[in-house]
């Protein structure tokens, strides 16, 4: 099977990308980042619909996992509007092209969708974004599912493990601190799941192996704040977790306001893809010793 990924620079993407070519003949979509070395590549800028298509004609996949987006909270919040059309038109316009050429597509999304309220969020649970990234992925969570009705959109978790290029997962840039004993301050009063790259790209591969549609949430296995992952990572690495600070969203606020507790219930990615997430000590010590 000859598979399209988008955003195959990615943080994650990249993951993504480089594991599933170990199962899959993968074509990275390249946009002006470097996707993984040894994994092929053909131009493609999703804003532009000609460019789309010569991918498309070019690559011949038979399905497409979509990881492009803009992802930066913050960066979303100050430029509400090249979000908008990434995440939402230009990932409208890329389900279109999968539904017409028959293509399976498989949709990166996030826990930010929710407003954060409780613990262990299901698919099934109402949204309610409080960002402006939130919004626009939710809103291109529903484009795809409106144009591509087989296809399947990943909800993901805050992503740990090993990254791709010149940022960290959560794990990788506690770990940089720590290594450089430079002080970090995390949030006590922000709750996720934070889940392994690896897993991701294992939930990615199974649902473009199985006839499945909708939203899957794929958390990792624990639920804790930010401040408990800096002692989880420092206690794993062996570090002294001395230059953790613990601190409150109140006394440290951030430009994009993030929901309080998205933990996310995969019992559905559990049950109809067999997946199931790597440990966080796994993820952990899977993380690279410094960026790309
Ligand atoms: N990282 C996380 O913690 C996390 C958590 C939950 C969900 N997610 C979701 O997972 C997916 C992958 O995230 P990520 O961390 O890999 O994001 P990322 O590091 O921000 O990468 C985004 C990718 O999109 C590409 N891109 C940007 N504009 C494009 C365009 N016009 N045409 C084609 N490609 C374009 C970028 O290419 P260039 O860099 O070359 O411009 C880059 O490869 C996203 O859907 C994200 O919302 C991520």
């Known amino acids: 099977m000859i598979v399209l990924v988008t955003g195959a620079a990615g943080l994650l993407g990249g993951r993504v990308a480089a594991l599933l070519s170990s199962r899959f003949d993968v074509v990275a979509a390249r946009h002006t980042a470097s996707p993984p070395p ?17 991918a498309l004609e070019r690559a011949r996949p ?36 999968c539904r017409t050429r028959g293509l399976r597509l498989v949709s990166l999304s996030t826990d930010l969708v929710f407003a954060g309220d409780h613990p262990f969020v299901r698919e099934e649970d109402p ?20 144009e591509a009705p087989d296809a399947a959109v990943l909800r993901v978790a ?17 770990a940089w601190a720590l290594r450089a ?37 794929l ?43 998205t933990s996310l219930d995969s019992g559905r990615a559990r049950r109809e893809l067999g997946w199931e997430p790597r440990s966080l000590a796994e993820a952990v010590r899977d993380g690279r010793p410094a960026p790309d």
């Open 219 to 261: 958390g990792g296995p624990e639920r804790l704040s930010r401040y408990e992952l800096g002692l989880r990572v420092a206690t794993v690495l062996g570090s002294s977790d001395a230059g953790i600070v613990p601190v409150t969203v109140a006394e440290m606020p951030q430009e994009a306001r993030r929901p309080a507790d």
């Open 38 to 54: 040894g994994v092929a590549a053909v131009d493609l800028d999703l804003l532009d619909p000609a460019s789309l298509a010569s």
């Open 158 to 174: 805050l992503v740990a493990g090993r990254g791709h290029g010149a940022k960290g997962t959560c794990t990788e840039s506690i």
């Open 62 to 97: 038979h399905a497409v996992v979509h990881c492009a987006a803009q992802s930066n909270p913050d960066r979303c919040e100050r430029e509400p509007e090249p979000a908008e059309r990434l995440n939402v038109e230009a990932t409208a316009g890329l389900a279109r092209a």
């Open 127 to 146: 949204p309610g974004p409080l960002l402006v990234y939130g919004r626009t992925k939710l809103a291109g969570e529903e484009a795809v599912v409106a």
């Open 181 to 217: 004993r430079r002080p970090l301050r995390l949030y006590t009063d922000q709750v996720r799941t934070p889940v392994d790259s690896a897993s991701v790209a294992d939930a990615a591969s199974r649902a473009l192996e199985r006839p499945v549609s909708g939203r899957f949430h």
